[in-house]
């Protein structure tokens, strides 16, 4: 089973472009299982049980980060994918946290952002970009060629190696040379790891501790003068 990671903020088009994919991949003749992780509300995949009566589950990772609850469901995830038919696993998950990047070795992962978001971003969102296999581009109508080859350069700045697509996610336009890449991709192996390292360490404000300033807490923590430390226990 061939598994697409599909991570970006919020608006940034996610969904759009995963269901012209999707509409192409079942199409030619693939069976597809859908996974949703957000934080508090989403829809989509009730949007794709219903416009392609394919398998969907969504979860709602509420006091975790998006990617981190991502790593602890993927693995059950593809079981439920396997039993329910499919040879593809697309999952849609929120990207919250730019220290993070659901990405795992062996899956395709894709990174989408809008065009209209500003020259700077793609210097901005760390390991979501630049763990990548793809970098998809959306809302390209909105902006000048000048501003889309800017976002371009800034993209394989920040990830030399990454795939940059433009699309048009309302319409379809670009979407071919997406599907071609998940079609070749091979199947995930059976053991799956993590790609890149998480973010260093955990701090009492990570459990939940709400007290200002660095000397109440334990763990990574930094002061306004000083990069990261180790405090306590």
Known sequence: MKLVICAGSATTGKTSVLRQMTRKLV???????????DVQYADEDEVFAR????PTRKVYSGELCPDHCSVLVLGDAMKWAGNSGADILIVETAGLCLRCAPYVDGGLGIMVMEA??????PRKVGPML?????????KIDLVSQAEREVFRARILE???????REVNALYGIGIDPLVDLVVEAPDAPERLLLR???????CTICVGKKEIGWQ?????????????FYRGE
Do not use: Y
């Not at 416009?51 to 394919?54: K, P, V």
């Open 27 to 37: 199409a030619a003749g693939n069976k597809l299982a859908f996974l949703k992780i």
């Open 51 to 54: 416009e392609f009566s394919m």
């Open 116 to 121: 209209t978001s500003g020259m700077n971003l």
């Open 130 to 138: 630049s763990l990548a296999d793809i970098a998809v581009v959306t």
């Open 158 to 164: 920040a990830a030399p190696n990454v795939r940059v």
């Open 196 to 202: 890149g390292n998480p973010p260093v360490g955990t």
């Open 216 to 228: 109440s807490h334990f763990g990574v923590v930094r002061a306004l003068d000083n990069q990261n």
